[in-house]
């Protein structure tokens, strides 16, 4: 004697995607927009048509945090040219000390950086040796323009795959 099998409604599973809410998504249109970074908690809640009860319960769940992380990333990925060619104006006017946080945010920065030396040739930079701003700013601007030219050439040869 056979066993029939019994007809049983399957429950849909439960997506494991983080969706943040209504008032998330607003929450985070403000967050994500330039315009509104220094402005209070109020003020962006605020904008955002939200209390700041939202606010803080968003930010005390771990998977509004990682979402919040991965959009902030992917805008600064959208802009890394832009970003690299204004940290160059920026760093061949003295001004450097952006650059280590831009790079640091991008995984490419190490406390013990080597730099190239006026003509190009990898160097160590010790503790003890201290570089004026300008010559700091000259050899990061160096760094940044090779960065760019490697990127080119690596999209290059991806294009060169792809069209083969």
């Known amino acids: 004697m ?29 967050l ?3 315009d509104h970074r220094l402005k ?21 769940k ?9 959009e902030s990333k992917a805008l600064i990925k959208k802009a890394h040219s832009g970003i690299i060619n204004a940290s160059i104006r920026q760093a061949l006017q003295g001004d ?3 650059t280590k946080i831009l790079l640091t945010m991008a995984g490419d920065y190490a406390d013990r ?3 190239p030396d006026k003509h190009g040739n990898p160097q160590p930079v010790a503790g003890d040796i201290i570089l004026n701003p300008i010559e700091k700013a000259t050899r990061i601007a160096f760094i940044l323009q090779r960065a760019i030219e ?8 991806d294009n060169k795959k792809d069209g083969q």
């Open 2 to 30: 056979k066993k029939s099998k019994k007809h049983t409604k399957k429950t849909p599973q439960k997506s494991t995607t983080y969706r943040p809410t209504l008032a998330e998504k607003r929450l985070l249109e403000v």
């Open 32 to 34: 994500l927009d330039p």
């Open 40 to 60: 209070s908690v109020t003020d962006i809640c605020g904008v955002a048509k939200c209390d700041r009860h939202v606010y803080y319960t968003a930010f005390n």
């Open 62 to 70: 771990p998977a509004f945090v990682d979402y919040y992380t991965k």
């Open 96 to 98: 450097a000390a952006h």
């Open 113 to 115: 950086q080597i730099f």
């Open 150 to 157: 490697n990127k080119k050439k690596a999209e290059l040869l």
